[in-house]
């Protein structure tokens, strides 16, 4: 227990309370009492490491405050109003005492071992972000539940600060960590972990947005490397993307005459919607082992009325700059597109690979169907009767449906389960069966029909064909 009149005794590294770090101690001033003599407050004067894409001490003063007694008749308090001075004395009876892990700040020789690793692993993990690095991040989902959902953010504080000049930290008379220090693997010393900050700028590569990460809830990327097995694509091709990707991350020279020229991998998926062109490149970015960025026409900035007039001289300048971009990339940059029709001529020598994804046939929704079954049996949900849905799979398969609808069909009966669970008033657990899916599917293809009966019995891809943007899908994806 730490009293008020023992405030001024407390030395040593000081550790704050929840979001600001740990501060190394200058000083502690003396406590003083309010008028009222009910609290009692101090202060500590110390630093900690900021970092801007480079570490500075920061000089920091934090306030705590001790509750004291009620003011009593024995309590004795003197005053002298002369210019702003006042002098106080109490009975120190009546201070009450304090646990000092309880206050805002305290010496981290009081710390229990659990707070003491917390920080340790916090600076360690905040020393490996201060370079751009990939991370995964565990947020909270905003309902009322407590699940937690990862995501993947890339730490670059030098490239936050050049885009947000605004942001970054004022110039300190106090000293740098140097070069030589920044190079080294570990953190200089134990207490230096100790003093980094809570939080850390990244860059949502999903949400395309900079956020304020908490650090403790970084960690390493894991990729899942056997998602491209899951694919449902022709094993052929499948080998020869593989082929490429491998050899495009072990390759450090160029085949062109001209240096820096021709050292990326374009990559082509055309095809109809839902039928595996974008999880065929997200699943590229998990044995490639690299940040997947996304960029849509929405994302060149042109609009797109201007984009599908052939005459428009924006659209004329918009390619030229895309090609040359094409040209000089050295990344891998996977293409898709629903509409080659309409791509441009100069395209076709820059794609070194273009693969056509055909409609799903039966077979392949039924490999779909049991992918997306076997991730459900993953997730070890009790909420979901898996064996009723493998019993029905071929019924499953026959539903002319692509990827993405099988997918929506999926969450729509978890959430269709969940809510006649709720309505139910004997409390019984409703689980997601096949008959779930089956009117869900029911109720979705009415709208398909629909769209049948409008466009005069004519298919998307025969309405596509009519419009120059594709030709109808044959599937030939063989079973092996």
């Given at each position: 227990m730490a009293g008020s009149r023992y405030v001024s005794r407390l030395s040593g590294g000081i550790r704050s309370g929840d979001p600001p770090p740990l501060y190394s101690l200058?000083?502690?001033?003396?406590?003083?009492?309010?008028?009222?003599?009910?609290?009692?407050?101090?202060?500590?004067?110390?630093?900690?490491?900021?970092?801007?894409?480079?570490?500075?001490?920061?000089?920091r003063t934090r306030f705590s405050e001790i509750e004291v007694g009620e003011e009593t008749n024995n309590d004795t308090v003197l005053r002298e109003n002369t210019m702003a001075k006042q002098k106080q004395r109490i009975d120190t009876d009546q201070v009450k005492g304090q646990d000092i892990v309880d206050m805002s700040i305290f010496p981290l020789a009081y710390a229990e071992p659990n707070l003491v690793n917390r920080l340790q692993r916090r600076g360690e993990t905040f020393w490996k972000c201060r370079n751009r690095r990939l991370v995964s991040y565990m947020e909270k989902v905003v309902d009322n539940t407590q699940n937690m959902v990862e995501e993947r953010y890339m730490i670059d504080f030098k490239t936050f600060c050049s885009l947000?000049?605004?942001?970054?930290?004022?110039?300190?008379?106090?000293?740098?960590l140097g070069d030589d220090a920044m190079a080294k693997d570990e953190p200089p010393d134990e207490k230096f972990s100790y003093l980094l900050p809570p939080t850390i700028k990244g860059y949502n590569l999903r949400l395309k947005k900079w956020f304020d990460l908490e650090v403790d809830r970084i960690s390493e990327v894991k990729w899942n490397v056997e998602a491209f097995e899951t694919l449902v694509l022709e094993r052929k091709a499948r080998n020869l993307i593989l082929a490429l990707v491998s050899n495009q991350i072990a390759a450090e020279k160029s085949t062109d005459l001209i240096a820096g020229k021709g050292n990326g991998l374009i990559l082509l998926l055309h095809g109809g919607p839902g039928s595996g062109?974008?999880?065929t490149a997200e699943s590229v970015a998990e044995i490639a082992q690299k940040p997947l960025y996304r960029v849509s026409c929405g994302d060149v900035g042109t609009k797109a009325e201007d984009v599908e007039n052939l005459e428009d001289l924006e659209r004329n300048a918009l390619v030229s700059v895309f090609l040359r971009v094409l040209e000089y990339y050295e990344g891998i940059l996977v293409l898709t597109s629903n509409r080659v029709g309409t791509f441009d001529e100069a395209f076709r020598s820059r794609i070194q690979l273009a693969l056509h994804y055909p409609n799903l046939g039966q077979y392949q929704r039924l490999r779909v169907w049991e992918n997306f079954i076997k991730r459900l049996e993953s997730f070890g949900d009790d909420r979901v009767e898996t064996q009723d849905l493998r019993d029905h799979l071929e019924d499953l398969s026959k539903e002319k449906m692509n990827g993405r609808q099988i997918r929506n069909a999926i969450t729509t009966a978890r959430q269709y389960a969940d809510w006649q669970s709720e309505q139910s008033k004997d409390?019984?657990?409703?689980?997601?069966?096949?008959?779930?899916?089956?009117d869900v599917i029911e109720v979705a293809s009415r709208f398909d029909k629909y769209l049948d009966q409008l466009h005069g019995g004519l298919s998307a891809d025969q309405l596509a064909e009519d419009e120059g943007l594709r030709l109808p899908s044959t599937n030939n994806i063989n079973k092996d």
């Open positions: 200058d000083k502690a001033s003396k406590s003083v009492a309010n008028e009222k003599i009910k609290v009692r407050g101090w202060s500590v004067t110390g630093w900690n490491w900021a970092f801007d894409g480079s570490f500075r001490r920061q000089p947000h000049r605004n942001n970054n930290f004022p110039e300190s008379s106090l000293d740098e062109k974008t999880l409390g019984v657990v409703k689980k997601m069966t096949y008959g779930h899916l089956k």
